[in-house]
């Protein structure tokens, strides 16, 4: 089975910066994805930003594009996403996963990690 743990939340105010770093053990999938989400007080889980294992694609939900940075190094044990110019509607808890298969609705999702608060103000 693959296991997540993130880390790295925490509070800060409007544009500033956070690394969640996403230790990962057990994945051996080759097409596969490696995913950032989150889940905003009473909103539903949302895709954040995805890692391609098959062609090391990554893609982004729109409202992150240019300021969030997922990556993935060649083992595919570390995941990390760069949070850039923070916004207090990026306030949310977020969660790594993983999955067999690139979907982007977290229904669909295998594996998640505990999931990491991040508080920014304004």
């Known amino acids: 089975a693959v296991r997540l743990v993130g880390s790295g939340g925490g509070s800060l105010q409007a544009g500033g910066s956070l690394e969640l770093i996403c230790t990962v053990s057990?994945?051996?999938?080759?097409?596969?994805?490696l995913y950032w989400f989150r889940q905003a007080p009473g909103k539903e889980r949302e895709w954040v930003a995805r890692?391609?294992?098959?062609?090391?694609?990554?893609s982004y939900t729109e409202s992150v594009k240019g300021r969030f940075t997922i990556s993935v190094d060649n083992a595919k044990t570390n995941l990390s996403l760069q949070m850039n110019s923070l916004i207090p509607e990026d306030t949310a808890m977020y969660f790594c996963?993983?999955?067999?298969?690139?979907?982007?609705?977290?229904?669909?999702?295998?594996?998640w990690g505990q999931g990491t608060l991040v508080t920014v103000s304004s």
């Open positions: 996963a993983a999955n067999a298969v690139c979907y982007s609705d977290y229904k669909l999702i295998s594996y």
């Open positions: 057990g994945y051996k999938y080759s097409t596969g994805c």
């Open positions: 890692a391609n294992s098959g062609t090391g694609r990554t």
